[in-house]
């Protein structure tokens, strides 16, 4: 490559689904040194964090018992992290692996120095990405071993009490297709082997495995029936069940009756009271569900608590954590931490955790003072019974994408799931390099696009979910709900509604006219006087199939949030070369594009050949060397289809040719971009990183350099930097 183009990305900035670095990293610069994974003729440059560590979704945490200092955090997207100083500190410890969602992990109570971890969030959340099986260290996460390959969600893993070679996995499956492997699986050599001990069918995954710590030949296990899909959530069927073996996993019975509910069950999470195995609790999801209780190992139950808080959203939570010395005491993650101190009867909530959403807890077995728990914004640690927490700042966010400005240093930003908005310098004269408190928020919500007016950086546009967009003006720190539509439709189907604005519901600003901004639902909106009015320029673009716009759920729980709200525009982008070339594409797999600002469509999907159905249309990069070239990235992940789909365009969308032959058949894709200097010269993000091509998507090279193994959601090409 030319010295003139290598110096265009000396400095390169990866604000990604998941960021990285090390250490306490309040100051979001603070990475650690990496050994570059090429290619070669970039060995000497490399990624630098710009942050924030605001916090992300952690799925699974663990401690070992007796020493305050060592903790672990398996988060949904950014790899398993490890403190080493009480949970001040963190570092990744999983970043040289081929996966960063990760669903379990567990440390063996017998040799601390042995850690399984169980790779594939399983709180199957509609965009949640697959893991590939289970991974073991023998020194503390220093090395890890691949032991098992399979694609999919794993929630739980157990270790022996006393054996180390001795784990199970509860091994959910595929979020979003059937497959046979699933069920609880077991090795009893190390992890050498894996032998599937206990499965029902394709559609059936199994949700939680405990031991009974008294009598480890005594194990519980539950099963859940679910599927996700693009526009609907299902929880419950005949697979849901819970299980109970007496002799180490060999054989295992179904519970029913005895005080269990009747009818159709859902999400099943099963616990054993450490001091006393005949305590045995079971979270229900059911009809007539709740907290049930066995006071004699599992023979007879009785539904100790039915309260709505305990089962309000089971998919995303139902995990428990029995006290290890008292067993009427147990945690509950829920929305907000909820614990029980008389066995079930009552549960109050636990204030003081820096954020809700809980996920997981864990109790130091010889200082039950000694709590971690996991949440959509990271950890939370305590040290007094949760009386008091500490969150450590972790920089772990999910970004859905992300915008530059034309401040100087520009400023990055995006909204970071569950989290909120932020936007950051792209660099500092701080010793400690960018710190948190260089960030602020830009308005909008949780999900979606932000959008950088480029005659104003004080102007910010931001999206939040059910089409909330506001217009953040930083003079002021204030940010206007301009909504076109500004009704809360959670609870209901798509259906129900006029507009339709997806999750992350597009917005971009015309880069002929920075008064000119785009808003979509399935019609395209376009506002030239700051929000104060909208103009749909568009029918409905999508193929509104009313089928997969219903309420979302069952057939116990709905979950109507947006997120299964289908039939939209996902993408849309004007070409930088044609005032009024716009393009359009969908969810359920439409493209489209306009010549003249939206006063005639043409539907160009037809063209476009191995294009698979239902697919979402994840984002349309126009040239920004020739009007009738553009990019078109495919997301079919939620049919199940882990492909990668990418396509250009050299004549409007008359013909189209496919960029993906090179690329590895099993990591979909999110983003492409164009060098706006260098025609043909193009970068992608795909769930695994970076990679980038010289000669117009003919060949791919990884763009490892020191990036750590992370879902790259989008990317943006500002001056001469990679952001």
């Avoid at 979509?520 to 997969?548: C, E, H, M, Y």
Wanted: charge should be neutral; charged fraction near 20%.
């Amino acid at each position: 490559m030319p010295a003139r183009r290598r110096r265009s990305i000396c400095l390169i900035i990866a604000l990604l689904s998941v960021l990285f670095a090390a250490g306490i990293a309040s100051r979001a610069a603070e990475e650690p040194e990496k050994p570059s994974k090429g290619p070669q003729e970039f060995k000497g440059l490399k990624f630098r964090l710009v942050g924030p560590a605001a916090g992300g979704r952690v799925s699974r945490v663990a401690g070992v018992p007796g020493n305050p200092l060592v903790y672990y955090a398996a988060t949904a997207s950014g790899g398993v992290w490890k403190s080493e100083d009480g949970g001040i500190a963190w570092k990744p410890i999983f970043d040289d692996q081929p996966i960063s969602s990760i669903g379990s992990i567990a440390v063996a109570p017998s040799n601390p120095g042995v850690v399984y971890v169980g790779a594939g969030e399983a709180n199957i959340r509609g965009n949640v990405a697959a893991g590939n099986g289970i991974y073991k260290s023998t020194d503390g996460g220093k090395t890890w071993t691949h032991v098992w390959k399979q694609e999919g969600q794993i929630g739980t893993m157990i270790v022996h009490p006393s054996d180390p070679d001795v784990a199970f996995a509860a091994v959910l499956g595929h979020a979003f297709g059937p497959n046979p492997e699933r069920g609880v699986y077991r090795t009893q050599d190390g992890g050498r082997t894996w032998q599937q001990v206990l499965k029902k069918d394709a559609d059936a995954g199994a949700s939680d495995v405990c031991f009974d710590a008294s009598n480890p030949n005594i194990l519980f296990a539950g099963f859940w029936q679910a599927r996700r899909r693009p526009w609907q959530m299902t929880s419950g069927g005949p697979g849901s069940g819970l299980y109970m073996s007496r002799d180490g996993g060999d054989a295992w019975k179904q519970l029913t009756g005895y005080g269990l509910p009747e009818g159709i069950w859902g999400k099943v999470g099963v616990a054993v009271a450490p001091s006393d195995g005949r305590r045995v609790y079971a979270l229900i999801e059911a009809e007539k569900g709740g907290l049930f209780r066995s006071d004699d190992g599992g023979d007879s139950w009785s539904l100790v608590n039915d309260h709505h808080a305990l089962t309000q959203r089971p998919w995303y939570y139902m995990t428990m954590t029995v006290d290890p010395t008292n067993r009427d005491v147990v945690w509950f993650p829920q929305v907000p931490m909820l614990r029980t101190l008389d066995g079930g009867r009552t549960i109050k909530r636990v204030k003081g955790a820096h954020h809700g959403d809980h996920h997981d807890v864990w109790i130091d077995p010889k200082n039950p003072k000694r709590i971690i728990g996991a949440n959509d914004g990271g950890v939370d640690i305590s040290w007094n019974g949760g009386e008091t927490w500490y969150a450590p700042p972790l920089p772990i966010g999910q970004l859905y994408h992300v915008a530059a400005d034309n401040s100087v240093p520009y400023r990055v930003s995006g909204a970071m799931q569950d989290l909120g908005t932020a936007s950051c310098p792209s660099n500092s004269l701080h010793g400690g390099g960018i710190a948190n408190g260089d960030c602020h928020d830009v308005g909008g919500g949780e999900a979606g696009f932000t959008a950088h007016d480029p005659s104003d950086p004080n102007i910010v546009w931001a999206g939040e979910y059910f089409g909330i967009i506001t217009r953040y003006d930083h003079r002021t720190g204030m940010a206007r709900n301009i909504s076109i539509y500004p009704e809360n439709w959670s609870g209901h189907g798509a259906e129900a509604n006029r507009y339709r604005f997806q999750w992350t519901a597009p917005i971009q600003i015309s880069p002929h006219d920075s008064k000119t901004v785009y808003h979509a639902s399935q019609v395209l909106f376009k506002t030239t006087d700051g929000g104060q009015s909208w103009t749909a320029i568009s029918p409905d673009l999508s193929r509104n199939d009313k089928s997969k716009q219903k309420w979302s759920g069952g057939p116990i729980t709905g979950d109507n949030t947006g997120v299964e709200w289908y039939g939209t525009i996902f993408a849309v982008a004007e070409s930088p070369k044609e005032k009024g070339l716009v393009w359009a594409g969908t969810d359920d797999g439409l493209v489209h594009l306009t010549k003249d600002g939206g006063a005639r469509w043409t539907n160009v999907t037809a063209n476009i050949k191995g294009l698979p159905e239902w697919g979402t249309v994840s984002l349309i990069e126009p040239s920004p060397h020739d009007a009738a070239t553009a990019y078109a990235v495919v997301d079919a992940h939620r049919l199940d289809d882990m492909r990668p789909y990418l396509w250009k365009t050299s004549d409007y969308g008359r013909t189209w040719k496919s960029l993906a032959g090179g690329l590895p058949r099993d990591v979909y894709l999110h983003a492409v971009r164009e060098d706006p200097k260098r025609r043909g010269q193009l970068y992608l993000g795909t769930e695994r990183g970076v990679s980038f091509s010289r000669d117009d998507g003919a060949t791919w090279t990884v763009l490892g350099l020191n990036l750590p193994t992370v879902a790259v959601h989008d990317l943006v090409v500002k001056d001469n930097d990679l952001v």
